[in-house]
């Protein structure tokens, strides 16, 4: 009963107001901005008709704006006519949060520094375009930005290391870019629970230690050249829910290895960890990916927990791992 009353006070003022034209809301519009966001349309060469004046520009297509009318997010994705540059015009719309340039394949060039005048940014995400060179320096200006999201494209150069001076930044995607020398020891300074993403490029030397002490959810350097140790980033105590560290030529002990007691996602495999899968891999509750092939472990595997669920091919090419599902030990 209770239920249904409330369903009522709340829904019938929501039907009424529905009901009603909108003019007022619907015609506000910041006009500085709309004025902003022709200029973005014409930077663009004019690909996207539906913006014109007959319509208010927090109504085009792609355009985000709060009750005061002002332009808050902006996304263009999945368009093959844009073939030129990004816009620096975008960075002339001070109220912007939220940014997505995403599967535009013809979009070149790079980032523009006029970006760092968008002091209210908290989420940029330019993905799968064509835009190229490095990952810009000047990114660590953008103060406000919490998620980063560059990845699919074909930026090159090294990880400019002040983005670890960005203080709000939580989760940083920079994977399945061309991007080469080492991890910035910075990337430790995290927003935490951190979700860092740097798979996918041709990152080399060793995983920096101050990723050991970062609390990750999510930690992907797999498919680099990455060489060493990386028994720090384990743990019983993190709050990691994937590590996927496969593809890179990393050499360490997994006998001392404690996993993180909610682990969901681990892949080992394609490199160089030897030593014993340890029995505490049988008390994680949430294992669903496991894959440790192709290493040079040996011993008995576990047995119990989540483990059998995984089939051969999550164990195989080892130096001499026996038992369920491989062959039995002698
Ligand atoms: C970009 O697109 C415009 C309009 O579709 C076209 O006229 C122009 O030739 C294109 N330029 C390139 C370099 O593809
Ligand atoms: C694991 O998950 C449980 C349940 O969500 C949570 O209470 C606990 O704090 C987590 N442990 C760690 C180390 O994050
Ligand atoms: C584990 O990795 C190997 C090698 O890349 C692959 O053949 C196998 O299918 C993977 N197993 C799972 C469960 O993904």
Redesign the pocket.
């Known amino acids: 009963m209770a239920t249904h009353i409330s369903f009522f006070f709340i829904c019938i003022p929501l039907i009424i107001f529905s009901s009603l034209p909108l003019p007022t809301l619907a015609a506000k519009c910041n006009k500085d901005d709309q004025k902003v966001l022709l200029r973005i349309e014409a930077e663009f060469g004019n690909p996207n008709p539906s913006w014109t004046n007959q319509m208010a520009c927090c109504d085009w297509y792609g355009v985000n704006c709060d009750s005061d009318g002002r332009v808050i997010g902006l996304s263009f994705f999945k368009d093959t006519t844009f073939n030129g540059t990004i816009p620096p015009s975008i960075g002339d719309l001070p109220y912007l949060q939220n940014l997505l340039l995403h599967k535009l394949p013809q979009l070149v060039g790079g980032i523009p520094t006029t970006f760092t005048r968008l002091r209210r940014i908290t989420m940029l995400r330019i993905t799968w375009t064509g835009i190229s060179g490095p990952v810009p320096d000047f990114l660590s200006e953008i103060k406000s930005l919490n998620f980063l999201d560059l990845s699919f494209n074909s930026l090159t150069g090294s990880i400019p290391a002040s983005l670890g001076t960005l203080p709000n930044l939580n989760v940083l995607h920079l994977d399945r870019n061309r991007l080469t020398g080492t991890i910035p020891d910075s990337l430790g300074n995290l927003v935490p629970p951190a979700y860092l993403y740097l798979s996918h490029n041709m990152l080399s030397g060793s995983i920096p230690r101050s990723l050991g002490s970062l609390q990750t959810s999510v930690l992907d350097l797999s498919r680099n050249r990455l060489v060493g140790d990386a028994l720090f980033l384990f743990g019983a105590a993190k709050p990691t829910d994937t590590i996927l560290i496969s593809r890179n030529l990393l050499e360490f002990d997994l006998t001392k290895v404690a996993f993180p007691v909610n682990l969901t996602n681990l892949d080992l ?2 490199n160089k960890i030897y030593g014993k899968i340890p029995a505490q891999i049988t008390a994680l509750d949430n294992l669903q ?1 496991f ?1 440790a ?2 290493n040079s472990l040996c011993g008995e595997i576990p047995q119990g927990g989540r483990v059998q669920n ?2 051969q ?2 164990f195989f090419h080892n130096k001499c791992l026996c038992g369920a599902p491989l062959e039995a030990c002698k």
């Open positions: 495999s394609h990916f894959n092939s192709y995984f089939d091919y999550s």
